[in-house]
């Protein structure tokens, strides 16, 4: 038992739980209302929209997944780096756009701009239950940080687990997306300084970079399969692959959207847009500590154990926990929006659309509520279930089924040519084409090799699934519209797609 680290990791947790209670009453608004309980009634300036989407996307998956595949694997895990720079001046264009639509029509989640754009619940019922079950996954993966910190520190079982999902599904219930605004400030700071403090004191004690790429190289050649670097036509095509498909599938996460609708105007979207790289420098000092870990002789076969057990050899006791205190603190914020994003989808899009159309406002904050509860406890049983080598492959796997979303929600954005019956069909053959390329792997692998002309080309499977639905899309498109087919009516604003930045 890790007494030191524990103690301080204690007490940090029962800090940002009473700032999660304490958010109820932050910029009060009528929490009984959806739109103030799951956008925080789109109140957030520039600042605070910084710290909660870098607190939604940087989370338990930054600091414990990729330096585990970068550990395990070797330099593919670095992929998570490129793809988070690439991701930026693509939505930079994009979300603005679909901020001002949101905001005109008083759009809570994706799905209801989808169901707005092409007048048509099934193709928006499909964008919602992708968004749900994409997220389940993601929100595991952040237990699965909480869960190897907690293991660290020498508390065995899942009943820490537990205990946390209750305080988080508590605080989540009472304030609603005001409490990881409020905790992100707490997180993002207290990465931070994890990160320097890693990145200064950790090589030093191991001897300087050279010695650490150096010892990773040589552990890596003795993992089976052998970690490592870019060496051929074929890891470098999944390594390209899954950098631009995770990019693309970024921001169509249910809480990347819940994120940037919550600010308080398009400026401030844009604003966010340029400023979030910030993370990915950090992203790209944390991806390396798995290297480290192999330098300073960690031997687990829990790779996402890697950093954890790290942080205990090379830091002192109290200092270990406050890293691990960042950590589980990281995998709170992201893991309650991504609850609430899931709520907001099944409150609007599923049970108003097709169980109580006549639903209020109070009534539908009251069913996202307790779907919130619903959804942590699904992602528990989730992870508990769910064994997996590389935590970072819940995140691929949510990838695969959510870029299926990007033909309806960002191409709709630009044009309505696409027919709403042809993007619902060529959403169903990209989401049945990824399941079926996750399968052959025995639901082991994001990686698929397709054979193109004699040719065998490994690439991340979303990828892959993405070129069917769009070619399916197209397809269908030019002949419904042949056909002359009826496409639905538009029910949003021209005005509202100004390009301008």
Same mark, same amino acid.
């Given at each position: 038992?890790?007494?030191? %680290? ?25 929490? #009984? ?66 901020? &001002? ?19 048509? $619940?099934?193709? %928006? ?59 992100? @400030? ?12 890693? =990145? ?14 150096? &010892?990773?190289?040589? %552990? ?25 498909? +995770? ?32 993370? &990915? ?22 790779? +996402? #154990? ?29 893991? %309650? ?19 109580? $159309? ?34 970072? +492959? ?54 698929? @090799? ?12 979303? =990828? ?26 538009? +029910? ?10």
């Amino acid at each position: 038992m890790q007494w030191a %680290a524990l103690i301080v990791f204690i007490i940090l947790f029962a800090l940002v739980t009473v700032l999660g209670f304490v958010a109820a009453r932050w910029r009060r608004g009528d929490l #009984s209302q959806l739109e103030e309980w799951g956008l925080a009634g789109r109140r957030f300036g520039t600042i605070i929209t910084w710290f909660l989407v870098g607190g939604d996307l940087y989370t338990a998956y930054t600091f414990i997944a990729v330096p585990a595949l970068m550990y395990g694997a070797g330099a593919m895990g670095f992929y998570a780096v490129p793809y988070t720079i690439v991701v930026y001046p693509v939505f930079f264009i994009i979300l603005p756009r679909l901020w &001002s639509v949101a905001k005109k029509h008083g759009y809570v989640t994706a799905a209801d701009f989808v169901e707005g754009r092409f007048d048509d $619940k099934l193709l %928006a019922l499909a964008i919602a239950i992708t968004g749900i079950v994409a997220t389940m996954p993601y929100i595991a993966l952040q237990l699965t940080g909480m869960q190897a910190v907690i293991a660290a520190m020498g508390i065995g079982g899942d009943w820490p687990l537990i205990v946390a999902f209750i305080i988080l599904a508590l605080y989540t219930y009472t304030s609603g997306l005001r409490a990881p605004a409020m905790i992100a @400030v707490v997180k993002d700071l207290m990465i931070y300084i994890t990160v320097i403090v890693a =990145i200064i004191v950790i090589p030093i004690k191991l001897g300087g970079f050279s010695h650490i790429f150096h &010892s990773a190289q040589t %552990a890596l050649a003795t993992h089976t399969p052998p970690g490592a670097f870019i060496t051929s036509p074929q890891t470098a095509s999944v390594y390209g692959t899954l950098a631009f498909g +995770s990019a693309l599938a970024l921001f169509l996460y249910p809480h990347a959207m819940t994120g940037v609708f919550s600010a308080n105007s398009r400026k401030a979207v844009k604003r966010n847009m340029a400023l979030l790289p910030a993370y &990915s420098f950090a992203l790209g000092i944390i991806a390396l500590l798995g290297f480290m870990a192999l330098a300073a002789g960690i031997n687990t076969k829990s790779t +996402s #154990s890697a950093v954890p057990l790290l942080f205990i050899k090379e830091f002192p006791g109290w200092f270990a926990g406050f890293g691990f205190a960042a950590i589980a603190i990281g995998a709170l914020v992201p893991a %309650a929006i991504m609850s609430i994003a899931a709520s907001n989808l099944f409150t609007r899009n599923i049970y108003k659309t097709f169980f109580y $159309k006549n639903a209020t406002s109070q009534h539908e904050a009251k069913v996202a509520k307790i779907v919130s509860l619903l959804v942590k406890l699904g992602a528990l049983v989730f992870i508990i279930g769910f064994p997996q080598q590389y935590a970072i +492959s819940m995140q691929q796997v949510g990838g695969i089924l959510v870029l299926q979303t990007l033909p309806a929600l960002i191409l709709g954005l630009y044009t309505r040519w696409f027919h709403r019956r042809a993007l619902l069909i060529g959403w169903l053959a990209g989401i049945v084409y990824g399941i079926y390329m996750w399968s052959t792997t025995g639901f082991k692998s994001t990686t698929y @090799v397709l054979n193109l002309f004699g040719h065998p080309i490994a690439a991340y499977a979303a =990828i892959w699934a993405l070129i069917v639905n769009v070619i399916v899309t197209v397809v269908l498109t030019l002949a419904f519209n042949a056909a002359k087919v009826y496409n639905g009516e538009d +029910s949003t604003v021209a005005a509202d797609y100004s390009a301008s930045l």
